[in-house]
């Protein structure tokens, strides 16, 4: 599976966007990008995932460069519960496991 | 639609004991995988399997077994407990082929005195 780099941390102000980034540069071709989070202490939580199209659903949004090489994870309105560890994992869609890095540390503050 | 049950929720272990941490879904996945979580630290990959009767090791087996005789449930036995397998432990479960994410589990906190 492809490594991939993110930020140790990020601030954002609740109601404002956060955008996430995530480098991904040895993307193969089919490989996805998925995103999942942990908030303090419990199991963490799927998010989204994308091949080479965007995608948003209820929770989030996923920006996909052209390239494949990077993303850009997006809470458009965060809020003090979006405080977590954010993960972005690169595999195949028929992966058998999940191998998470460090993440990024988002703290939402007022 | 329970999801992912794990039990129990908290154990304190003796040295050189043994147990069985229980991990159970309802989902009728195919894939289901054991993590552990040391303070502060990421999730790392112990046991996994993609179907009963068929299991792998992930970044760090020793000291633990795995078995899935059945599709619902996956549990990781600790053979002699040790203080340096004091975390959280976490399954996880996902359906095969599917390309969809995985459901964790709330957790098991274990720790080994």
């Known amino acids: 599976d492809a490594k991939t780099t993110q930020p140790t941390s990020m601030d954002c102000a609740e109601g404002r966007a956060a955008n996430l980034p995530c480098n991904h540069s040895?993307?193969?071709?089919?490989?996805?990008v998925y995103w999942y989070r942990q908030i303090h202490s419990q199991g963490p939580q799927y998010i989204i995932h994308?091949?080479?199209n965007n995608e948003t659903n209820e929770m989030a949004s996923l920006i996909i460069t052209e390239d494949r090489k990077s993303s850009t994870l997006i809470l458009p309105h965060a809020t003090l519960r979006d405080t977590a560890v954010y993960y972005c994992i690169v595999m195949t869609g028929t992966a058998s496991k999940l191998t998470f890095g460090t993440g990024t540390r988002l703290q939402v503050t007022l | 639609n329970a999801g992912v049950t794990q039990t129990p929720k908290f154990q304190v272990l003796k040295t050189g004991q043994s147990m069985t941490l229980q991990c159970a879904q309802d989902?009728?996945?195919?894939?289901m995988s054991w993590y552990r979580q040391d303070p502060g630290m990421g999730l790392r990959l112990i046991h996994y399997?993609?179907?009963?009767?068929?299991?792998d090791q992930g970044e760090v087996p020793n000291g633990y077994n795995v078995s899935r005789s059945t599709t619902e449930d996956f549990p990781l036995r600790l053979l002699s407990a040790a203080p340096s397998q004091t975390s959280v432990y976490f399954c996880?479960?996902?359906?095969?082929?599917?390309?969809?994410?995985?459901?964790f589990g709330s957790g098991t906190r274990l720790t080994v005195v």
């Open positions: 399997s993609v179907g009963a009767g068929i299991t």
């Open positions: 996880a479960s996902t359906r095969s082929g599917k390309n969809t994410g995985y459901t």
């Open positions: 994308g091949l080479k």
């Open positions: 040895t993307i193969s071709g089919n490989e996805y």
């Open positions: 989902m009728n996945h195919e894939y």
